[in-house]
């Protein structure tokens, strides 16, 4: 990759977040978050690199695609709280980073996605074998950075991970005969979306040396955050523009994967949301079977212009303003701005 390459990345994640740094007071904020991510970056780059040529191509491949880097920047925020952007603060941020990007190549093997992040997923080029193995490469890459920064932070990214694997396993078993479908999805999300994202945003406190007792409130706020954007990526997974999501639109409900939307039409008792449902189970049976997925684009269509999806958006602004009272206890000034306008970005995100 090349330095203008590098360079690029990281002024469209922060063109990604503008919201974020829009208060007057963000401006000093904004420059350190822009510096630290540029460190970041410079830091997955390194890291990701692999002596042996497939699976240097490989670690590298999503990371060489893009993305928001929103836990970095996150961790860079709330590091702001205590020392800065200190070289424990950068690290902490590559190795939750890696960690976000080994659980998407095996994400997309799972749910078999075709694309990520707009370029064809890491199991169609190299198959279900090595997207495995990269994302288990990428694990063990990050926890040797971790490791480098002593116990607690070898604590936090153990606690972490078993809660991604968890909420791994609990969507892939789905719930308990009679459990309550959307309060089952809501705790997957806050396992395998927001503990991460807490993870980031604790993590600027711990490594910058910050005051202990804004950890909690930041935790807190990064799950019911996490949770907000997730479901929002629901409602994006059912756009018709797929240059929006870089994946086909609702990828996730044709490979069977429940999505908020999906779970919240099923609530519905109305005549025309119970023949919607039974005619998206209907086609994602077919397609299991070797149907061609295009066969439920009128049914996402549908959906996507339903009330539930409404309601979807709905609560992620719930969940969203929650996060921002989480924020409370936490000094009024630049950090909390920045922090409060970006849980009021995610769920206002239109891709």
């Known amino acids: 990759m090349t330095p203008s390459a590098s360079g690029s990345r990281v002024a469209g994640k922060l063109g990604l977040t503008d919201r974020t740094f829009a208060g007057p007071r963000s401006r000093r904020l904004q420059s350190a978050v822009k510096a630290g991510l ?26 060489d695609a893009g993305g928001k880097r929103v836990r970095p920047m996150l961790a860079l925020i709330t590091a702001q709280l205590g020392d800065g952007a200190n070289e424990s603060v950068i690290q902490g941020a590559t190795a939750l980073e890696m960690t976000h990007l080994g659980t998407l190549y095996h994400d997309d093997v799972m749910d078999a996605a075709d694309k990520r992040r707009g370029i064809p997923s890491a199991h169609a080029v190299w198959g279900n074998s090595v997207a495995i193995l990269t994302g288990d490469l990428l694990f063990s890459r990050a926890s040797q950075i971790m490791a480098r920064q002593g116990d607690r932070a070898i604590r936090l990214q153990a606690d ?18 009679g459990e309550d479908r959307v309060a089952f999805y809501l705790k997957v999300l806050a396992d395998k979306t927001g503990s991460l994202i807490a993870a980031a945003a604790q993590s600027g406190i711990i490594f910058s040396n910050g005051p202990a007792e804004y950890e909690e409130p930041l935790v807190t706020f990064g799950e019911k955050v996490g949770v907000a954007f997730q479901l929002l990526d629901d409602v994006i997974d059912l756009s018709d523009d797929p240059d929006e999501t870089g994946k086909v639109p609702g990828t996730d409900l044709r490979a069977g ?38 066969i439920l684009d009128a049914e996402l269509a549908e959906l996507r212009e339903h009330e539930a999806t409404k309601a979807t958006l709905d609560l992620a602004h719930a969940w969203s303003n929650e996060a921002v009272e989480a924020l409370a206890p936490l000094p009024d000034g630049a950090v909390r701005e920045a922090l409060t306008r970006f849980a009021q970005a995610v769920a206002d995100r239109s891709s």
Do not use: C, K
Request: hydrophobic fraction near 45%; charge should be negative; aromatic fraction near 4%.
């Open 257 to 294: 994967v429940p999505t908020m939307p999906y779970l919240v039409l099923g609530q519905r008792e109305d005549a025309a949301s119970v023949a919607l449902r039974a005619r998206i189970d209907d086609g994602v049976e077919r397609i299991s079977e070797g149907a061609d997925p295009a």
């Open 160 to 177: 972490t991970f078993e809660r991604l694997v968890l909420g791994q396993m609990h969507e892939t078993v789905g719930p308990a005969d």
């Open 38 to 63: 540029a460190e970041v970056d410079s830091a997955l780059e390194r890291e990701l690199r692999v002596a042996d040529q497939v699976a240097d191509a490989a670690s590298r491949y999503l990371y």
